[in-house]
């Protein structure tokens, strides 16, 4: 069994910073890639940010500058930096990760989500 909890979210004035955690757990063999997507009150979940094992990255082009995805391979976390956030940044952030669950090939990857953190962004 594999978890993902998400931490960190709360109320912040525009302009503000916020830092969400996320911790897997579980029967984990490896790990691939972890993220974080979004959704709005009425919009479609989206993108947020990704990050490789090796440390490469991929960012939307609205958080581009201001938000910044980070991971710690050793504990199974991953991270992301919220600067200079605006209204349109409030959401249900949800953590993702690729996780392999047992050794051996050909390796299977489940793509696992944590149950979301709330980011409200005030104006």
């Known amino acids: 069994q594999v978890q993902l909890v998400e931490s960190g979210g709360g109320l912040v004035q525009a302009g503000g910073s916020l830092r969400l955690s996320c911790a897997a757990s579980g029967s984990i063999f490896s790990i691939r890639s972890m993220g974080w997507y979004r959704q709005a009150p009425g919009k479609q979940r989206e993108l947020v940010t990704t990050?490789?094992?090796?440390?490469?990255?991929n960012y939307a082009d609205s958080v581009k500058g201001r938000f910044t995805i980070s991971r710690d391979n050793a504990k199974n976390m991953v991270y992301l930096q919220m600067n200079t956030l605006k209204p349109d940044d409030t959401a249900v952030y949800y953590c993702?990760?690729?996780?392999?669950?047992?050794?051996?090939?050909?390796?299977?990857?489940?793509?696992?989500w944590g149950q979301g953190t709330v980011v409200t962004v005030s104006s």
């Open positions: 993702n990760a690729a996780i392999a669950v047992r050794s051996g090939l050909p390796i299977t990857w489940y793509d696992y």
């Open positions: 990050i490789t094992s090796g440390g490469g990255t």
